[in-house]
């Protein structure tokens, strides 16, 4: 393939056409596998496409063979003459992902300086510095951070970037303890127990059990040797493991409403709640847009006046692909649910990826779930 066409399939085209009928063209665009990435109306006759210049020649020979006057107004993208900057860019990404193959070093999400220079120099002598990604085994890892600080409880180690990535949790029970009560210690959430513990009372879970909203935790009584139960204040904590979610619904088709150039305007004069005037007329499109501006006409009485601007818009339908935005509604579902989170509380990460036929149209649901631990 010659340069020249490939960069040309790295730009996107801006093409004015003068014709006729142009929801067919659309229609047979889109049967041809073109995807017009923004289409709007100029004026009854004339309307701006914007596509992939890989979609060029199939866009242009349509327009061609259906008899369409067409003038490419804009050519957006990289262009020929730029290709040693694209080289440069070639160069510096290539030695971006070499380098991105090896550890460069340890971040450790803590306040606890002290830990964190330990959790550090357990890691350096495991050699996990310089070493590449496919060398380093995080289950291990993080068996070893057990092991030998007792003072840990949950660890997670992840990637991020040229850095590996430290979160965990203190195994030491604070040393405020919670209001006591003789009704019994109940969960606040539903997750799996992580840590329990119990300063009076009787435990009724252990860790690994999974528990659910309003389950009882601590029972408030405690067995004698002989068994006789004794009531007593349930006192104590328990940490669970709780998954929070986001989602994000992807349509392979939907429809967009562009601008047909067509507008009407209305004015209504309020003081304060009252209409004085209304110098408004019935709206006579079948699909349309309303616009409102308001604008004061005093600066000490409650006199406004308020326009609106009623734009005829027609439906579009555009088609998607789902593979092209995984990637950035992933990226979408994560910032969603990390909204809610702060991201040195994520122990771990997961995503699930389903699909079903909605209203009949192939529909995406893109969920995102980070695991933290909480004190119930």
């Known amino acids: 393939m010659h340069f020249k066409n490939f960069f040309a399939k790295l730009c996107f085209y801006e093409v004015k056409v003068n014709g006729v009928n142009f929801p067919i063209l659309l229609n047979k665009l889109s049967a041809e596998g073109v995807v017009v990435a923004r289409t709007r109306r100029l004026d009854n006759a004339t309307i701006s496409l914007v596509f992939n210049g890989k979609y060029a020649d199939t866009t242009f020979a349509i327009l061609q063979k259906f008899c369409y006057n067409y003038t490419v107004t804009r050519k957006i993208g990289l262009k020929v003459h730029h290709f040693g900057l694209f080289l440069g860019a070639l160069g510096v990404l290539i030695a971006y992902l070499v380098l991105s193959c090896f550890c460069f070093g340890v971040v450790v999400s803590s306040d606890n300086d002290a830990l964190s220079k330990k959790i550090e120099r357990v890691l350096y002598s495991e050699g996990v510095v310089r070493a590449t990604w496919g060398e380093i085994d995080f289950d291990h890892l993080e068996n070893i951070l057990a092991e030998k600080l007792p003072e ?6 992840s990637r991020r970037g040229a850095y590996l990535v430290v979160n965990f949790t203190s195994a030491t029970p ?6 006591t009560n003789t009704t019994g ?3 606040t ?10 300063h009076s009372g009787t435990a009724q879970v252990v860790a690994g059990d999974t528990v659910r909203l309003g389950d009882l935790m601590i029972a408030p009584y405690e067995v004698d040797e002989e068994g006789n139960m004794r009531p007593t204040e349930a006192r104590g904590e328990i940490y669970l493991e709780v998954w929070d979610s986001a989602t994000i619904e992807f349509c392979e088709r939907t429809t967009a409403l562009n601008r047909t150039g067509r507008v009407a305007t209305a004015t209504k004069v309020y003081f304060r709640d009252t209409l004085l005037s209304d110098y408004s007329s019935e709206i006579v499109y079948e699909n349309y847009e309303i ?3 308001i604008v004061n ?6 006199l406004f006046i308020e326009y609106s601007y009623i734009y005829e818009v027609e439906p579009v339908m555009i088609e998607r692909d789902f593979e092209a935005e995984k990637e950035a509604l992933l990226f979408e579902a994560r910032e ?3 909204s809610k989170i702060p991201e040195n509380e994520v122990l771990a990460e997961r995503n699930t990826i389903s699909n079903a036929v909605v209203d009949g149209v192939n529909t995406y649901f893109v969920t995102y779930y980070v695991m933290r631990e909480v004190r119930v």
């Open 174 to 179: 604070p040393l405020e303890l919670p209001p």
């Open 185 to 187: 210690v109940f969960a």
């Open 336 to 338: 969603k649910v990390l």
């Open 291 to 293: 616009e409102r501006k």
């Open 152 to 157: 840990i409880g949950l660890v997670n180690l």
């Open 297 to 302: 006409l005093s600066n000490i009485l409650p």
């Open 189 to 198: 959430a539903s997750g799996v127990v992580s840590r329990i513990f119990v």
